[in-house]
């Protein structure tokens, strides 16, 4: 093993999850340079392991109470602006950046493009992972490229949007052909004439209430932050990893059905015909916001949000999800979908 890969043992993972899951990496690697990961592909015993790759962990839950993989924490630090195009500004953080002191940084910048996703937990190499999104933005609409370490051949290289192949809290990067990437960077491209993204009625119908008929950047992300800091836990209080599960996508004529037994349904029409549905909606609908399965609960003001109620394993997170899921799918003929990645 190269002298200077800082390589631990047993190392406690629970303040590096946001559910606060009690697990232990067995083999820990803190990734403060690309060089690190170059020396672990290459080193014998342990290029042929397993790998997790850890942000901020939360989008995480960690079932296990060791965890067998080596465990990748991403700590490569720097954000700067790196040129210019006829229409934006190109910025670049390193993967182990904080997401929203990131957006913060920008906005100090006078770049507006990122305001709406203010406030999201997490890392700046994590946000492509599942093209993080919130108030009708998503990562991919203010993306560039970014740079990734290929574990399959120990090379570097850039990709483009394309090659990223983003979705809807989906990208390559969730699939087996993108299981060998490690994000490394990240740039954004932030436009030089921004214009407030209010398609999100309650952001609109707040920053309405305030006065701010043309907005600012900076009042968007204040905006965002407070309608944020209202609805959700703050995982330093109450461990969880923010929505568990997908709004689901069903063909326009399950979505008639169900209309006509819940005419109260919460829909959303897609481009191309289908209809998603409120997950939050169905799960309330079975009775679930509040309660809780030992020491797993969900959480009373949003029924999307499970929670730790302290103290609970990644089991018992999972029984919790597993009920619900069942529930939804015997009521509605739907099947949820968790939206961290299960570890
Ligand atoms: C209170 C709360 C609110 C939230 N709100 C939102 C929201 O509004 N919208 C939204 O989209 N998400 C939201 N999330 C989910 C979460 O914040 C995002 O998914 C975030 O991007 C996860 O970042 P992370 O660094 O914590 O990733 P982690 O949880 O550490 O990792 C998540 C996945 O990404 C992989 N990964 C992490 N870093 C890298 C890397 N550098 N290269 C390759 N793979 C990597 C991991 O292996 C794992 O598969 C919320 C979570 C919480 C707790």
């Not at 990496?25 to 342990?46: C, W």
Request: hydrophobic share 45%.
């Amino acid at each position: 093993m190269p002298a200077d890969l800082p390589l631990s043992h047993d190392v406690p993972l629970d303040t590096f999850n946001t559910f606060r899951i009690p697990a232990r990496a067995r083999r820990y690697v803190r990734v403060t340079e690309p060089g690190h990961l170059a020396a672990v592909a290459t080193d014998p015993a342990l290029a042929p392991l397993p790998r997790l790759v850890l942000g901020g962990g939360s989008n995480l839950l960690i079932a296990h109470d060791d965890v067998e993989a080596l465990v990748l924490h991403m700590a490569l630090a720097g954000k700067e602006i790196v040129g210019t195009t006829d229409d934006a500004v190109l910025v670049r953080a390193r993967a182990g950046e904080n997401w929203h002191a990131f957006v913060e940084w920008t906005l100090a910048q006078g770049l507006g493009g990122l305001e709406s996703m203010a406030l999201i937990p997490g890392t700046v190499g994590a946000s492509p992972i599942q093209n993080i999104g919130a108030y009708g933005a998503e990562v991919k609409d203010r993306f560039h490229s970014l740079t990734v370490f290929d574990f399959a051949d120990g090379t570097t290289r850039t990709m483009d949007a394309g090659a990223c192949r983003f979705g809807y809290r989906d990208s390559v990067f969730k699939h087996a052909e993108g299981a060998s990437l490690v994000v490394l960077d990240v740039t954004f491209a932030l436009p030089r004439a921004w214009t407030p993204n209010l398609r999100y009625a309650e952001l609109a119908q707040a920053l309405a209430a305030q006065g701010s008929a043309t907005p600012t950047p900076r009042q968007v992300a204040d905006a965002v932050i407070a309608i944020r800091r209202r609805k959700l836990p703050d995982p330093a209080e109450i461990g969880n990893a923010g929505s568990f599960f997908k709004n689901p996508v069903v063909p326009r004529e399950q979505c008639v059905r169900l209309l006509e037994t819940w005419p109260d349904l919460v829909h959303h029409a897609q481009p191309d015909g289908s209809e998603k549905l409120a997950a939050g909606w169905l799960i309330d609908r079975c009775g679930w916001k509040g309660r809780h399965l030992g020491r797993a609960g969900v959480y009373p003001k949003q029924a999307l949000v499970l929670v730790n109620n302290g103290g609970a394993t990644g089991a018992e997170i999972l029984a919790l999800a597993r009920a619900i899921q069942d529930d939804v799918e015997a009521r509605f003929g739907v099947r949820l979908e968790p939206e961290p990645v299960l570890v």
